[in-house]
């Protein structure tokens, strides 16, 4: 069983950052595809940005590519995710989700993920 615990969500002006961080239990963090997902009111969630065991392929929504920055510590079995140059769109629910894989890739889909964190809230005012 996967445990994932994220933190770093809070209220920021727009044009603020945060860094979202993800905690995940397990020995073999080191073969874990993560993903960050986000959902706003009244709407689906979806992707964000996804990383490999390696960290060596990133995806990134084009919605926060350039200002968003996704990386893994395998020592510390963390994932974060720095957001730069927050604005009021970007106000949503994140998550993050694992999924054990015997492939080093990324995943952009929701399914494949077996496990997902209970969510931290983003709020960017004007």
């Known amino acids: 069983q996967v445990q994932l615990a994220e933190s770093g969500g809070g209220l920021v002006q727009a044009g603020g950052s945060l860094r979202l961080s993800c905690a995940a239990s397990g020995r073999t963090f080191s073969r874990y595809a993560m993903g960050w997902f986000r959902q706003a009111p009244g709407e689906e969630r979806v992707i964000v940005a996804a990383?490999?065991?390696?960290?060596?392929?990133?995806f990134y929504a084009d919605s926060v590519k350039g200002r968003f920055t996704m990386s893994r510590d395998n020592a510390k079995n963390t994932v974060y995710l720095q957001m730069n140059s927050l604005k009021p769109e970007d106000t949503a629910l994140y998550y993050c989700?694992?999924?054990?894989?015997?492939?080093?890739?990324?995943?952009?889909?929701?399914?494949?993920?077996?496990?997902w964190g209970q969510g931290t809230q983003v709020t960017v005012s004007l």
């Open positions: 990383i490999s065991w390696s960290g060596g392929s990133i």
């Open positions: 989700a694992a999924s054990i894989t015997y492939i080093d890739y990324v995943i952009v889909e929701e399914t494949p993920y077996d496990y």
